[in-house]
T-cell receptor, first 109, second 111 residues
Framework: AQRVTQPEKLLSVFKGAPVELKCNYSYSGSPELFWYVQYSRQRLQLLLRHISRESIKGFTADLNKGETSFHLKKPFAQEEDSAMYYCALKNTGFQKLVFGTGTRLLVSP | NAGVTQTPKFQVLKTGQSMTLQCAQDMNHEYMSWYRQDPGMGLRLIHYSVGAGITDQGEVPNGYNVSRSTTEDFPLRLLSAAPSQTSVYFC??????????FGEGSRLTVL
């Protein structure tokens, strides 16, 4: 069965500190992995996907198939990064998306 | 484009009442879905549709009905509301293989 695990409910860091939001998945097929973000009072939106291999707002995420992980990283956190972050997985060719439980990132000045 | 529009934004029901959460998208997306968001449980898929006339169950379908008579609309019906259905509901849509676009959410309280 598809499963996404985000072990941290809350991650609190100071501005300028590195950030790593953990995501592990279990799936036997060929998954596509995503990070979605929900800022306060805004709708959920796509942050990045592993197939794009891009950096958005300074965030990167690398798919590690050996460790079945897709951790989200940013070298220097900003206060505007404070939000709820969800890791999500879907099978290639299908649209059904399975989400993790989410990690709230709080960046303090 | 308005994107994905959900109504109502807030609703309070009594146990046993029924209601429909509306979802409409103007992007001609084939895929639409409903999620519920609960603290500590993330987003869980209730029902989804890959096109007009086609619906299927997600992870937590019990107590909910859906239909997809048009490409644009995907209403979620609560047949007999229960306190366990107190949640924030999100509708989302996408093209095949595309990014999922979400509505603003509907906060439902069942007393």
């Amino acid at each position: 069965a598809q499963r996404v695990t985000q072990p941290e409910k809350l991650l609190s860091v100071f501005k300028g500190a590195p950030v790593e939001l953990k995501c592990n998945y279990s799936y036997s097929g060929s998954p596509e992995l995503f990070w979605y973000v929900q800022y306060s009072r805004q709708r959920l939106q796509l942050l990045l996907r592993h197939i794009s291999r891009e950096s958005i707002k300074g965030f990167t995420a690398d798919l590690n198939k050996g460790e079945t992980s897709f951790h989200l990283k940013k070298p220097f956190a900003q206060e505007e990064d404070s939000a709820m972050y969800y890791c999500a997985l879907k099978n290639t060719g299908f649209q059904k998306l399975v989400f993790g439980t989410g990690t709230r990132l709080l960046v303090s000045p | 484009n308005a994107g994905v529009t959900q109504t109502p934004k807030f609703q309070v029901l009594k146990t046993g009442q029924s209601m429909t959460l509306q979802c409409a998208q103007d992007m001609n997306h084939e895929y639409m879905s409903w999620y519920r968001q609960d603290p500590g449980m993330g987003l869980r898929l209730i029902h989804y549709s890959v096109g007009a006339g086609i619906t299927d169950q997600g992870e937590v379908p019990n107590g909910y009905n859906v239909s997809r008579s048009t490409t644009e609309d995907f209403p979620l019906r609560l047949l007999s509301a229960a306190p366990s259905q107190t949640s924030v509901y999100f509708c989302a849509s996408s093209y095949p293989r595309g990014e999922l676009f979400f509505g603003e959410g509907s906060r439902l309280t069942v007393l």
